[in-house]
């Protein structure tokens, strides 16, 4: 292992244009996607019914509480272990014949893969689904230097075919219905027929037309891994459609991109992760197709194996308590269905490729947070800390309490750089008010006009700025028709005033 890989410093922010960060601000990106009525619909439908499978198969399991203590108790341990535990998988991968290379940051891995295809002539290459991959942009990557990137799993196909980005972990086109993936496909798959409808069957059937060509005339896969197993140089993907089964089998080369926190220290482990995974994921009993490999093995399956370690900023979050926190996450994807700010907005308005809660704290942590203006400072806020992801992580991540965590980063990465927020404004102006009595009677008098803004709803619904940053999302209700002082002094004639604010206090 290379002596300066781990603890390499590194800020996203360094590559503006990483798949890791968004270009504006949650509140703006998800203003422009909740007017998308077709969006909402979709993912109503589609989150909702995972979220039913989830609870029918999680519900059947006596012990599922024990087995997602045994998810976050391993997950920790490989989180304190991780140097030595990554030593033994490189050592147990060299010895089954396979090649491992250490990428620090997106570039490096792009390079590695890049020249690992271009070894071997090839041109094409196929994928299986990978989020490693689509952090660190390998598909555009490998375009700009002559290197065709084909997705093999249906929905990062017509994710890919519509020139689109993904907009959920699992489902990637979440948000498209059948119509438009079959109008993609007849205007972007030379091989679609000219006759295809949009049942979900004929749609499946010319995707895995197209796909079979491209399995059989393939030299080279590229592939994440959802496990590594430190003891015995194993890798582990699971995916539902067998297209992965595939790309792993048939290709001479084959080329696995993985985050370094997906280690598992031993194999006798995969049994606590295939029973949460499934069940969190899919809301299914048992992963459909789940392909372990171990290095090489003459004559059967790819001859050629190199396995890509990828740090890009997980050794900085590993330094960091809410960080190292988040990398416990084996990326099931239970907390996108049951946020309800997820369920509205989609994927797209948080602008990385890791979208909803977990994405909401893992961004700011890979890519770095750098205060006012930074659209990852506004992804902590992308929370109704209603507490449902926590509920179902599989592998316990308490997400609300690191939002929150991050939130007040984000507020003392303004501070520290004399930024006045306007919460800071707020509690000085208030404070201002508060501390002095005529102020205060003065400020008291105010709230009439307030009582008029709320006309016969008692809801005031538009304010000009700064206070327009409140009324933008929600209503304010209008001021009640006595305040707490002059109701104090209608009914302790004999207190006075100063025994009202020592009562209001
Ligand atoms: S944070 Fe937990 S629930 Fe969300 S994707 Fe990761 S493992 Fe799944």
Same mark, same amino acid.
């Given at each position: 292992?290379?002596?300066?890989?781990?603890?390499?410093?590194?800020?996203?922010?360094?590559?503006?244009?990483?798949?890791?960060?968004?270009?504006?601000?949650?509140?703006?990106?998800?203003?422009?996607?909740?007017?998308?009525?077709?969006?909402?619909?979709?993912?109503?439908?589609?989150?909702?019914?995972?979220?039913?499978?989830?609870?029918?198969?999680?519900?059947?399991?006596?012990?599922?509480?024990?087995? #997602? *203590?045994?998810?976050? @108790?391993?997950? +920790? /341990?490989?989180? =304190?272990? $991780?140097?030595?535990?990554?030593? &033994? %998988?490189?050592?147990?991968?060299?010895?089954?014949?396979?090649?491992?290379?250490?990428?620090?940051?997106?570039?490096?891995?792009?390079?590695?893969?890049?020249?690992?295809?271009?070894?071997?002539?090839?041109?094409?290459?196929?994928?299986?689904?990978?989020?490693?991959?689509?952090?660190?942009?390998?598909?555009?990557?490998?375009?700009?230097?002559?290197?065709?990137?084909?997705?093999?799993?249906?929905?990062?196909?017509?994710?890919?075919?519509?020139?689109?980005?993904?907009?959920?972990?699992?489902?990637?086109?979440?948000?498209?219905?059948?119509?438009?993936? #079959? *109008?993609?496909?007849? @205007?972007?798959? +030379? /091989?679609?027929? =000219?006759? $295809?409808?949009?049942?979900?069957? &004929? %749609?499946?059937?010319?995707?895995?037309?197209?796909?079979?060509?491209?399995?059989?005339?393939?030299?080279?896969?590229?592939?994440?891994?959802?496990?590594?197993?430190?003891?015995?140089?194993?890798?582990?993907?699971?995916?539902?459609?067998?297209?992965?089964?595939?790309?792993?089998?048939?290709?001479?080369?084959?080329?696995?991109?993985?985050?370094?926190?997906?280690?598992?220290?031993?194999?006798?482990?995969?049994?606590?992760?295939?029973?949460?995974?499934?069940?969190?994921?899919?809301?299914?009993?048992?992963?459909?197709?789940?392909?372990?490999?171990?290095?090489?093995?003459?004559?059967?399956?790819?001859?050629?194996?190199?396995?890509?370690? $990828?740090?890009?900023?997980?050794?900085?979050?590993?330094?960091?308590?809410?960080?190292?926190?988040?990398?416990?996450?084996?990326?099931?994807?239970?907390?996108?269905?049951?946020?309800?700010?997820?369920?509205?907005?989609?994927?797209?308005?948080?602008?990385?490729?890791?979208?909803?809660?977990?994405?909401?704290?893992?961004?700011?942590?890979?890519?770095?947070?750098?205060?006012?203006?930074?659209?990852?400072?506004?992804?902590?806020?992308?929370?109704?800390?209603?507490?449902?992801?926590?509920?179902?992580?599989?592998?316990?991540?308490?997400?609300?309490?690191?939002?929150?965590?991050?939130?007040?980063?984000?507020?003392?990465?303004?501070?520290?750089?004399?930024?006045?927020?306007?919460?800071?404004?707020?509690?000085?102006?208030?404070?201002?008010?508060?501390?002095?009595?005529?102020?205060?009677?003065?400020?008291?008098?105010?709230?009439?006009?307030?009582?008029?803004?709320?006309?016969?709803?008692?809801?005031?619904?538009?304010?000009?700025?700064?206070?327009?940053?409140?009324?933008?999302?929600?209503?304010?209700?209008?001021?009640?028709?006595?305040?707490?002082?002059?109701?104090?002094?209608?009914?302790?004639?004999?207190?006075?005033?100063?025994?009202?604010?020592?009562?209001?206090?």
């Amino acid at each position: 292992m290379s002596s300066t890989f781990l603890g390499v410093p590194r800020r996203g922010h360094d590559h503006p244009e990483s798949p890791l960060r968004g270009t504006e601000s949650f509140p703006k990106a998800a203003h422009h996607e909740l007017a998308n009525a077709q969006l909402r619909r979709n993912l109503a439908h589609a989150t909702s019914s995972i979220r039913a499978k989830r609870a029918l198969v999680v519900g059947e399991m006596p012990d599922w509480e024990a087995l #997602r *203590d045994s998810g976050s @108790a391993i997950k +920790a /341990d490989v989180m =304190a272990r $991780l140097p030595e535990l990554l030593e &033994r %998988l490189e050592a147990n991968v060299t010895a089954r014949g396979g090649v491992v290379h250490w990428a620090a940051d997106a570039e490096e891995a792009n390079r590695i893969v890049t020249e690992l295809v271009r070894a071997t002539g090839a041109t094409e290459v196929v994928k299986v689904k990978s989020m490693a991959t689509q952090e660190i942009g390998l598909n555009e990557y490998l375009e700009e230097r002559g290197i065709a990137a084909v997705e093999t799993d249906l929905a990062e196909l017509i994710v890919q075919l519509a020139h689109d980005k993904p907009s959920h972990i699992l489902v990637p086109a979440i948000h498209r219905n059948r119509t438009e993936v #079959r *109008d993609i496909f007849l @205007a972007e798959m +030379a /091989d679609a027929p =000219a006759d $295809l409808t949009d049942e979900p069957r &004929r %749609l499946a059937m010319a995707a895995r037309e197209h796909l079979r060509r491209k399995f059989l005339t393939a030299r080279v896969a590229v592939s994440g891994a959802n496990f590594g197993i430190a003891d015995t140089g194993t890798l582990c993907v699971v995916e539902s459609e067998g297209n992965g089964r595939m790309c792993l089998t048939l290709p001479q080369t084959l080329i696995t991109v993985m985050g370094i926190e997906k280690l598992l220290p031993t194999f006798s482990d995969l049994e606590v992760f295939l029973q949460l995974l499934p069940r969190s994921s899919t809301g299914e009993r048992m992963n459909p197709y789940t392909s372990l490999w171990t290095g090489v093995t003459p004559g059967d399956g790819p001859q050629e194996f190199h396995l890509i370690l $990828l740090d890009n900023g997980r050794t900085n979050a590993l330094a960091d308590q809410v960080g190292r926190a988040a990398l416990h996450c084996i990326r099931c994807s239970a907390c996108l269905n049951v946020c309800p700010v997820y369920e509205r907005t989609g994927g797209h308005a948080y602008g990385s490729v890791y979208p909803g809660p977990i994405g909401a704290v893992l961004t700011p942590q890979l890519t770095g947070m750098d205060g006012h203006g930074d659209p990852n400072s506004s992804l902590p806020y992308a929370s109704s800390l209603c507490g449902a992801c926590y509920d179902v992580c599989p592998v316990k991540i308490d997400i609300p309490s690191l939002l929150v965590e991050l939130r007040g980063r984000a507020v003392d990465n303004d501070r520290d750089r004399n930024i006045p927020g306007g919460w800071d404004a707020a509690m000085k102006a208030a404070a201002w008010v508060m501390s002095d009595e005529k102020r205060f009677a003065a400020a008291e008098k105010g709230l009439a006009l307030g009582r008029v803004l709320g006309g016969r709803k008692h809801r005031i619904r538009h304010l000009p700025p700064p206070l327009s940053a409140w009324t933008g999302t929600r209503d304010l209700p209008a001021p009640p028709a006595q305040t707490f002082r002059s109701w104090w002094r209608d009914t302790h004639p004999a207190a006075g005033t100063a025994n009202a604010t020592q009562a209001q206090r």
